[in-house]
């Protein structure tokens, strides 16, 4: 349970750690969706090829996207590049490193796709089969004999073995041999190619740009957890003022209560309950508030954020008003010595 | 169990990664729905279309409703829209958003079934089986038309003796799955690239607008939950209180008819409550805005309150119910304007 609960935490760390579970995940998808898929080769002249086209690209292109669409960097990389510079200057070297790992691990299931198709060759089988040479693999002296389109439909006919009707030209068992070990070849070939390139771009890039790659992964990654912080301190903050919110309003209903019935039932609630009532646990909720109390106030701050990120600087009390943006920092100042400290 | 505990404590987490979780639960169960269904064709010649078509879109809608009453932002969506303005303005982004996100979430498990009946083809088979052009197949040039349409009819069926073992049943079988699954990845490959593009997209668009609509949502959401966890704090307390009332007041009308003649012989009886009524207090003050609320009427009207007059969004200004304006924090301020900080109530 434990090492459960660790590989957990730390897939969800950050980001790229959650990409690269989804991404094994989506790995092992691919492979077993293609097993599932009952491919269907439709054995006639004109629809094979579109067909095993079709088999072949769409499913890599669905998983590319799908692989995309599930990092939620693909978002951030967008507001990233559209936001406003406000206080933070903009590096373009952050968003193409954002780009390329994403790009890179969204690959990994569409060859994985490829691969395995390749190496199984029933797509192959169905999109070539009419380019089969039968002078060389069958009885070549009667297929001049045959009009194109007749050998056409014959031809097409081989990937399905219960309607293959064309056993006086070509064996079947010939065709379908001869088409698999060409599509095994490639689907190895592949494999190679894609594993040497993976290889070559791994070892050969600390040769380039090593610091400047060093400072897109930081900042990268920095931004992303950024974010998160944000959302989750957001949420927080709209926890605290509900709670406040609904207690003001449970206190405003006992207040108007009092002075509407000055006498009667609620001479045995104490009046003076309201002041003593807010310091348990109030106290907290309202320091969660961090002063911001009331939808204007809320609403500006979240523009703030986007238009005019504060910048990547620690240690100053930096004045906000020439946002526009009200402030409501509960005080004391805080001081906070950074070692170090760079800018982007 | 602990890894169910851990799963369930991450998904509760906040509200949307509940959505989340359901969605994909709902997910689950369509995939084991659509695999364990025993798929069942008439082969009769108007009967296949309506079966076929009936199984494709009728699971989806069902799922679809489901999706949507097992996601608890639709009720709240729905309240936030019809609720009267009272002292807290509406904002039409906000349901907007929330409709948005709820549609997104309920329409994943229907959208699973249809490409799964797509990309397996028994449905698609069975309802266009009749509808299939015979000259593109040369077996069909023996037969009358009336021959023909029967045939079509039974090619779904593969135990069927008209059919079976016909090599023009299988061509025609095998046309109509490979048009089908052609469908289903077409519609996946549309699906994906709508989502890939509304999700780059909309950071161009109105970002700040996004961020706010979105905070409030959230903050609509968790209001409703923390107000139902209030009362049904208050609900206890008023229970309880109640309860212990009624014993008391079992208690002093025993007295009062004076059924303790003597006391010889007979333990003393301990007083029921040590401190009476008031034997609460110790219980928390900070539960005295609810203890106030002390009877049906007062809670039927608070209830009503809150419906009809939901308090604005501004803890600083008065939140008072009177109009006039009664409490002494109602001479404070207007919206949006800046307070020093620590909000004495």
Same mark, same amino acid.
């Given at each position: 349970m434990d090492k459960f609960r660790m590989i957990f935490q730390f897939l969800q760390s950050n980001q790229e750690s959650f990409m690269n579970g989804v991404c094994g995940i989506m790995a092992l998808a691919s492979a077993q969706m293609y097993s599932a898929f009952d491919f269907n080769c439709p054995c006639l002249p004109g629809y094979n090829a579109a067909y095993s086209a079709g088999i072949l690209l769409a499913p890599p292109l669905v998983l590319f996207l799908l692989g995309l669409v599930m990092n939620n960097n693909v978002s951030m990389l967008a507001e990233e590049w559209k936001r406003p510079p406000g206080r933070r200057a903009k590096d373009p070297a952050v968003l193409r490193y954002m780009f390329c790992s994403m790009a890179q691990r969204a690959l990994i299931a569409p060859v994985v796709w490829v691969a395995v198709t390749l190496l199984d060759g029933k797509c192959f089988l169905c999109a070539f089969c009419t380019a089969v040479p039968v002078t060389v693999l069958g009885n070549g002296s009667l297929? #001049?004999?045959? #009009?194109p389109p007749e050998l056409a439909r014959l031809l097409a006919r081989v990937p399905c073995p219960d309607i293959y009707d064309g056993d006086w030209l070509l064996a079947r068992e010939v065709a379908v041999r001869y088409l698999r070990c060409i599509s095994q070849a490639l689907g190895w070939s592949f494999v190679l190619l894609t594993t040497l390139l993976a290889f070559v771009v791994r070892s050969v890039r #600390?040769?380039?740009t090593q610091a400047a790659f060093l400072k897109s992964k930081y900042w990268s990654h920095y931004i992303d957890i950024e974010r998160k912080l944000f959302d989750e301190t957001c949420t927080e903050h709209a926890k605290a003022f509900a709670k406040v919110c609904i207690q003001q309003f449970f206190e405003a209903v006992n207040h108007d209560l009092e002075l509407g019935h000055a006498h009667g039932a609620l001479a045995t609630a104490p009046a003076g309950s309201a002041a003593p009532a807010t310091t348990d646990g109030a106290e907290e909720e309202r320091e969660k508030l961090r002063g911001i109390t009331d939808q204007g106030t809320m609403n500006r701050l979240l523009t703030s954020w986007h238009k005019c990120k504060p910048p990547l600087q620690l240690g100053q009390e930096e004045p906000l008003m020439g946002n526009g943006w009200a402030g409501g920092r509960p005080r004391p100042p805080r001081k906070e010595v950074a070692t170090y400290f760079s800018r982007v | 169990m602990e890894k169910f505990r851990m799963l369930f404590q991450h998904f509760q987490s906040s509200s949307e990664s509940v959505m989340n979780g359901i969605c994909l639960l709902l997910a689950a169960v369509t995939v084991k729905l659509y695999s364990s269904f025993d798929f069942n064709c008439p082969c009769l010649a108007r009967y296949n279309t309506l079966y076929g078509l009936g199984l494709l879109l009728t699971p989806p809608l069902a799922l679809f409703l489901c999706g949507l009453l097992a996601n608890r932002q639709s009720v709240v969506m729905v309240e936030e829209w019809r609720r009267p303005v009272g002292q807290r303005t509406k904002d039409p982004g906000i349901i907007r958003y929330m409709c948005s996100s709820v549609l997104q979430r309920a329409l994943a498990a229907p959208l699973i079934w249809i490409l799964l009946a797509l990309l397996d083809g028994k449905c698609f088979v069975c309802a266009f089986s009749s509808s299939v052009d015979p000259e593109k197949f040369l077996d069909f040039a023996n037969m009358t038309p009336s021959q023909v349409q029967l045939f079509l009819a039974k090619?779904?069926?593969?135990?069927?003796e008209l059919v079976r073992d016909s090599p023009a049943r299988k061509a025609v079988s095998r046309y109509l799955r490979c048009l089908s699954q052609a469908i289903g990845w077409s519609i996946t490959l549309l699906l994906i690239i709508v989502a890939f593009l509304a999700r780059c997209l909309r950071p161009c668009f109105d970002q700040t607008v996004f961020l706010q609509r979105r905070y409030w949502s959230n903050y609509v959401d968790l209001e409703q939950k923390l107000f139902d966890e209030t009362c049904c704090e208050h609900a206890r307390d008023f229970a309880h209180r109640c309860v212990l009332h009624f014993f008391a007041s079992m208690q002093s009308e025993m007295r009062a008819r004076g059924l303790r003649r003597d006391t010889a012989g007979r333990r003393p009886e301990p007083p029921l409550m040590p401190n009476g009524p008031d034997g609460l207090d110790g219980d928390g003050g900070s539960k005295a805005h609810l203890r106030a609320v002390s009877s049906r009427e007062q809670v039927d009207r608070l209830l009503s309150t809150w419906y009809s007059s939901k308090p604005p969004l501004d803890l600083v200004a008065s939140p008072g119910l009177r109009a006039g304006g009664?409490?002494?924090?109602?001479a404070t301020v207007a919206l949006g304007t800046r307070l020093p900080q620590h909000t004495d109530v």
């Amino acid at each position: 349970m434990d090492k459960f609960r660790m590989i957990f935490q730390f897939l969800q760390s950050n980001q790229e750690s959650f990409m690269n579970g989804v991404c094994g995940i989506m790995a092992l998808a691919s492979a077993q969706m293609y097993s599932a898929f009952d491919f269907n080769c439709p054995c006639l002249p004109g629809y094979n090829a579109a067909y095993s086209a079709g088999i072949l690209l769409a499913p890599p292109l669905v998983l590319f996207l799908l692989g995309l669409v599930m990092n939620n960097n693909v978002s951030m990389l967008a507001e990233e590049w559209k936001r406003p510079p406000g206080r933070r200057a903009k590096d373009p070297a952050v968003l193409r490193y954002m780009f390329c790992s994403m790009a890179q691990r969204a690959l990994i299931a569409p060859v994985v796709w490829v691969a395995v198709t390749l190496l199984d060759g029933k797509c192959f089988l169905c999109a070539f089969c009419t380019a089969v040479p039968v002078t060389v693999l069958g009885n070549g002296s009667l297929a #001049p004999g045959l #009009p194109p389109p007749e050998l056409a439909r014959l031809l097409a006919r081989v990937p399905c073995p219960d309607i293959y009707d064309g056993d006086w030209l070509l064996a079947r068992e010939v065709a379908v041999r001869y088409l698999r070990c060409i599509s095994q070849a490639l689907g190895w070939s592949f494999v190679l190619l894609t594993t040497l390139l993976a290889f070559v771009v791994r070892s050969v890039r #600390p040769c380039f740009t090593q610091a400047a790659f060093l400072k897109s992964k930081y900042w990268s990654h920095y931004i992303d957890i950024e974010r998160k912080l944000f959302d989750e301190t957001c949420t927080e903050h709209a926890k605290a003022f509900a709670k406040v919110c609904i207690q003001q309003f449970f206190e405003a209903v006992n207040h108007d209560l009092e002075l509407g019935h000055a006498h009667g039932a609620l001479a045995t609630a104490p009046a003076g309950s309201a002041a003593p009532a807010t310091t348990d646990g109030a106290e907290e909720e309202r320091e969660k508030l961090r002063g911001i109390t009331d939808q204007g106030t809320m609403n500006r701050l979240l523009t703030s954020w986007h238009k005019c990120k504060p910048p990547l600087q620690l240690g100053q009390e930096e004045p906000l008003m020439g946002n526009g943006w009200a402030g409501g920092r509960p005080r004391p100042p805080r001081k906070e010595v950074a070692t170090y400290f760079s800018r982007v | 169990m602990e890894k169910f505990r851990m799963l369930f404590q991450h998904f509760q987490s906040s509200s949307e990664s509940v959505m989340n979780g359901i969605c994909l639960l709902l997910a689950a169960v369509t995939v084991k729905l659509y695999s364990s269904f025993d798929f069942n064709c008439p082969c009769l010649a108007r009967y296949n279309t309506l079966y076929g078509l009936g199984l494709l879109l009728t699971p989806p809608l069902a799922l679809f409703l489901c999706g949507l009453l097992a996601n608890r932002q639709s009720v709240v969506m729905v309240e936030e829209w019809r609720r009267p303005v009272g002292q807290r303005t509406k904002d039409p982004g906000i349901i907007r958003y929330m409709c948005s996100s709820v549609l997104q979430r309920a329409l994943a498990a229907p959208l699973i079934w249809i490409l799964l009946a797509l990309l397996d083809g028994k449905c698609f088979v069975c309802a266009f089986s009749s509808s299939v052009d015979p000259e593109k197949f040369l077996d069909f040039a023996n037969m009358t038309p009336s021959q023909v349409q029967l045939f079509l009819a039974k090619v779904p069926c593969k135990e069927d003796e008209l059919v079976r073992d016909s090599p023009a049943r299988k061509a025609v079988s095998r046309y109509l799955r490979c048009l089908s699954q052609a469908i289903g990845w077409s519609i996946t490959l549309l699906l994906i690239i709508v989502a890939f593009l509304a999700r780059c997209l909309r950071p161009c668009f109105d970002q700040t607008v996004f961020l706010q609509r979105r905070y409030w949502s959230n903050y609509v959401d968790l209001e409703q939950k923390l107000f139902d966890e209030t009362c049904c704090e208050h609900a206890r307390d008023f229970a309880h209180r109640c309860v212990l009332h009624f014993f008391a007041s079992m208690q002093s009308e025993m007295r009062a008819r004076g059924l303790r003649r003597d006391t010889a012989g007979r333990r003393p009886e301990p007083p029921l409550m040590p401190n009476g009524p008031d034997g609460l207090d110790g219980d928390g003050g900070s539960k005295a805005h609810l203890r106030a609320v002390s009877s049906r009427e007062q809670v039927d009207r608070l209830l009503s309150t809150w419906y009809s007059s939901k308090p604005p969004l501004d803890l600083v200004a008065s939140p008072g119910l009177r109009a006039g304006g009664l409490s002494h924090r109602a001479a404070t301020v207007a919206l949006g304007t800046r307070l020093p900080q620590h909000t004495d109530v």
